[in-house]
Nanobody
Framework: QVQLVESGGGLVQAGNSLRLRCIPI????????MAWFRQVPGKEREFVAA????????DYAESVKGRFTISRDDPQSSLYLEMNNLKFEDTAVYYC???????????????????WGQGTQVTVSS
C-alpha cells in the first residue's frame, strides 16, 4: 500500500490559478493510472480528472474541461493538477488517488482506486 500526500491547495480569488501536487510515500505511481477527485461536505466524492499509466491519455469532468490539466512526472514521482480560471464552485477538498491495479483502465469511479491522499483544501472566493 502507498501513502499519497497532496499539496498546493489554498485560498484564491475567482479567476486565479492553483497547482496541486501529489507524491507517493513508500511505493510508486509508475504503471498506475492516477486520478484527482474532490469533495464538499454533505456530497459524494466527485471525479475531476484521470491520467493513464503512460501519461498519454487524460479524461476530465465536464465541469473542469478547458480549465484544469492533469499531468504526471514519473521520474519525479509526482502527479499534478493545474487549475486555471478557478470558480467558486471549484471549492472543495481535493484528493489524489492511485488505481487499485497496475495498468488499470482509466475510471471515474472512486471504487476503482484503492489508495488515497489525505486531501488538500481549495477555497475560491467569489
Amino acid at each position: 500500500q502507498v501513502q499519497l500526500v497532496e499539496s498546493g491547495g489554498g485560498l484564491v480569488q475567482a479567476g486565479n490559478s492553483l497547482r496541486l501536487r501529489c507524491i507517493p510515500i513508500g511505493s510508486s505511481i509508475v504503471w498506475y493510472t492516477m486520478a484527482w477527485f474532490r469533495q464538499v461536505p454533505g456530497k459524494e466524492r466527485e471525479f475531476v480528472a484521470a491520467i493513464d499509466y503512460f501519461g498519454s491519455k487524460m479524461d476530465y469532468a465536464e465541469s473542469v474541461k478547458g480549465r484544469f490539466t492533469i499531468s504526471r512526472d514519473d521520474p519525479q514521482s509526482s502527479l499534478y493538477l493545474e487549475m486555471n480560471n478557478l470558480k467558486f464552485e471549484d471549492t472543495a477538498v481535493y484528493y489524489c488517488a492511485r488505481h487499485r491495479i497496475q495498468w488499470g483502465a482509466m475510471s471515474m469511479v472512486p471504487d476503482d482506486y484503492s489508495d488515497w491522499g489525505q486531501g488538500t483544501q481549495v477555497t475560491v472566493s467569489s
